[in-house]
């Protein structure tokens, strides 16, 4: 695949760049926009794995940075802040092989509970970023990745966002590397083991590291100037340079392909060029206060332009200082549960129960449209667990007697099984009912497997994990599995009376996806008859 | 050449993005700078779908502003008025009322149909169609679906030669 000209996806040129540059592990969390970076790291020939969240996902990576392997760990925006925690000591330490933290943000929120800036996690873990604008720079920048990561042992952010991540463009690949060093442990430990001691120089090496980094992207780091006009000057960071450059074709413009630490010496001398200097980012301004603060005079976009993707129309309102009310495009028909969803039933029977429900991320989150309307709250992975137990807690008891959670089978593992030792070791005094959605799947990103499934990302076969043996070990006090279509109404008579009993519950309603069931089933005839799942792969019912 | 910019839309499980997927390919093997861009995910559950195609020596943003589009190929009645907006002053409108659907021998194919009908007023050679469908389709679909591509060029010729 080397060498000649392709179309690719800017997930899919990741992957390409993590081969060709010698990745011995891909590790990540699937989540839109970003579950195609392993999938095509996979179907390539590389190792990828799906871990139970991305906490888990970038610890693993971590120990193989540490070993001394180049390592890509992936997730979407609102998975690092699962594994916030890992990184912003991660920052701290030396790794061995380059480690790359994909950040796929979703500004728009066409598939996210949130659309938060992932920028900020750049300043406060003090990691370099690096933000493509194409698919062509998402390819560079993993190799430059790299090379940032393996110079100055520190792990750097890939972040991308929806339009860079699904948007094909053409990429002009380089040549592999022919071999990467072999893994080998070294022992390092004040690099590694983050007690204070440790810690207190490791920060002052951090901060050592990002100056130098900061010095670097001034004298040689991705920045493109593209000389016009001296009376507008764009400074333009991820997919808004290529809307800016389309809005404004005739103005200067400076887009910054390291985004942090800033060049601000650089910026400075082009601001000094220009009578206007305008920054031109999605999402929050924070390139725009950065600069202030380094006194670079720039304008800010509007606040209302704060929310949502930019577009060339939108980037030309801002350029034109337009803060009269956009446009309102026509509603296009909303997604809803697929009709012949296999759980169609357990919405059913918790909105004729009367139930307030504490929901959960997936498809059954569609499950709060009509004709349901069967979801209260939903908040983040695992939270329906957390939130049922703290209303049952305060609610007065007629009301707390109609709590449930409903969390799927790949959110239960990702964060759902810490809410159930919560449950267990502080009942409310009315009990609890936890219903686990399972449909063999990771559904709602496009069926991913995970620890529940006993399959691979690959769909070969692997361990398994039991919800229903889990809950019984875990101390929950009654442990059933239901059919969830629930024809013949047993799976809302149980629901009835687990509602009425005091107790600990913890209801399996099983039933997989239909989208994925009749690939299920070839993945199990696959491992009966010891053969590769991966020759069904691109024959799948996506579109 | 100036970037063309097509639009095409429909709902979930139409094969939208199938569609926009082989146009881009086709666009690409016939030598153009190439950007396509669409929505994935929740979009994706039965709601509306739209994919934008441009192409032309250079495409600076991945998206087609509102208003410019060269072509719309919109396979779902209901959708057509949505997505008009993105049409510019004198573009090509290609609806799923082109084709009689009764013709079709799968109406799943009707993206690629369609396809067929916009191929008439986009700079592609017929060759890089063929080569575009046959890398973005099931072999046991090739037949199918030049089939249907042939339909619907048939169909927006004869519309055009009677307008």
Redesign the interface.
């Given at each position: 695949m080397t060498g000649e000209r392709q179309?690719l996806s800017g997930d899919e040129a990741v992957a390409l760049a993590a081969l060709h540059a010698g990745v011995r592990l891909g590790t990540g969390y699937p989540g839109?926009?970003s579950t195609e970076i392993l999938e095509t790291f996979d179907q390539l020939g590389g190792h990828a794995q799906w871990s139970p969240n991305e906490k888990v996902a970038l610890e693993v990576g971590l120990g193989a940075a540490f070993g001394g392997a180049r390592t890509l760990v992936t997730m979407k925006h609102v998975g690092l802040n699962v594994a916030a925690d890992p990184l912003f000591t991660a920052a701290y330490t030396d790794i061995e092989g380059g480690l790359i933290v994909i950040s796929a943000d979703d500004p728009g929120l066409?598939?996210s509970q949130n659309e938060q800036d992932n920028r900020h996690y750049a300043r406060a873990a003090a990691l370099p970023m690096l933000e493509p604008v194409?698919s062509q720079q998402a390819y560079d920048f993993t190799w430059l990745a790299f090379e940032i990561s393996e110079r100055w042992k520190i792990p750097v952010i890939l972040r991308l966002t929806?339009?860079v991540c699904?948007?094909?463009?053409?990429v002009h690949p380089r040549a592999a590397v022919s071999d990467t060093p072999e893994p080998s442990f070294a022992r390092n430990i004040p690099a590694r083991v983050m007690i204070p001691a440790y810690a207190k120089p490791a920060h002052q090496r951090l901060r050592q590291k990002l100056a130098e980094i900061a010095a670097w992207n001034d004298a040689e780091g991705p920045i493109r100037l593209d000389t016009g006009s001296a009376d507008l000057g764009i400074v333009a960071t991820g997919?808004a340079a290529?809307?800016a450059?389309?809005a404004a074709p005739k103005a200067s413009q400076l887009t910054i392909g390291l985004t942090y630490p800033l060049p601000l010496g650089r910026i400075r001398t082009f601001a000094m060029g220009v009578e206007r200097l305008v920054a031109i980012e999605e999402g929050d301004p924070i390139l725009a206060d950065s600069l202030r603060a380094a006194g670079i005079p720039v304008e800010c976009k509007p606040e209302m332009y704060r929310f949502g993707e930019l577009?060339?129309?939108r980037v030309r309102r801002i350029l034109a200082g337009d803060t009269s009310p956009e446009?309102v495009?026509?509603?296009?028909?909303?997604?809803?549960?697929?009709?012949g969803c296999s759980h169609r039933g357990v919405f059913e029977a918790l909105r004729d129960l009367g139930c307030i429900v504490a929901g959960d991320i997936g498809?059954y989150t569609?499950g709060v449209l009509p004709p349901f309307s069967a979801m209260d709250t939903c908040v983040c992975m695992g939270a329906s667990i957390g939130v049922g137990l703290g209303l049952r807690h305060v609610l007065p008891e007629a009301q707390a007697r109609r709590v449930v959670s409903v969390i799927g089978d790949s959110t239960f593992v990702h964060s759902g099984i810490t809410g159930i030792a919560e449950m267990v070791y502080n009942p409310p005094a009315t009990g609890h009912v936890v219903l686990i959605l399972d449909n063999g799947t990771t559904a709602?990103?496009g069926q991913q497997e995970h620890p529940g499934t006993g399959r691979l990302l690959d769909h070969s076969p692997t361990g398994k994990i039991s919800f229903e043996a889990l809950g019984r070990a875990m101390g929950v006090q009654n442990v059933h599995v239901v059919n969830a279509q629930d024809k013949d109404q047993s799976l809302q008579d149980l629901v009835e009376s687990l509602l009425t009993k005091s107790e600990t519950s913890l209801v399996i309603a099983r039933q997989p996806c239909v989208l994925a069931a009749p690939k299920i089933r070839f993945y199990e005839k696959a491992a009966a008859e010891r053969i590769s799942p991966s020759s069904c792969a691109a024959?799948g019912a996506g579109? | 050449m100036k970037v063309k910019n097509i639009v095409i839309a429909g709902?979930?499980?139409q094969?939208?993005?199938?569609a926009s997927?082989i146009l881009?390919?086709a666009a690409?093997r016939a030598g153009f700078?190439?950007?396509?861009?669409?929505?994935?995910?929740?979009?994706?559950?039965?709601?509306?779908v739209?994919s934008d195609v441009r192409y032309g020596d250079a495409?600076?943003?991945?998206?087609v502003?509102?208003g410019e589009a060269d072509v719309l190929v919109v396979l779902e009645e209901?959708?057509v008025?949505?997505?008009r907006?993105t049409l510019r002053a004198g573009g090509v409108l290609i609806g799923p009322d082109l084709l009689d659907p009764a013709a079709l021998k799968n109406k799943k194919s009707l993206n690629v149909a369609l396809l067929g009908a916009a191929s008439t007023v986009l700079e592609i050679p017929q060759e890089h169609w063929l080569a575009a469908m046959h890398a973005n389709l099931?072999e046991k679909l090739h037949t199918l679906n030049e089939q249907s591509f042939a339909h619907g060029r048939a169909a927006a010729l004869a519309r055009s030669s009677t307008q």
């Open positions: 179309l839109t926009p066409a598939s194409d929806t339009r699904h948007a094909k463009t053409v997919i290529v809307h450059r389309e577009n060339v129309a446009p495009p026509p509603k296009g028909k909303p997604p809803e549960l697929c009709q498809c569609l709602m990103t024959d579109q | 709902l979930g499980g094969g939208v993005l199938k997927d881009a390919d690409f700078d190439v950007k396509k861009s669409e929505l994935h995910g929740m979009s994706q559950r039965g709601g509306s739209s495409v600076l943003s991945p998206m502003p509102p209901t959708q008025e949505i997505n907006p099931a």
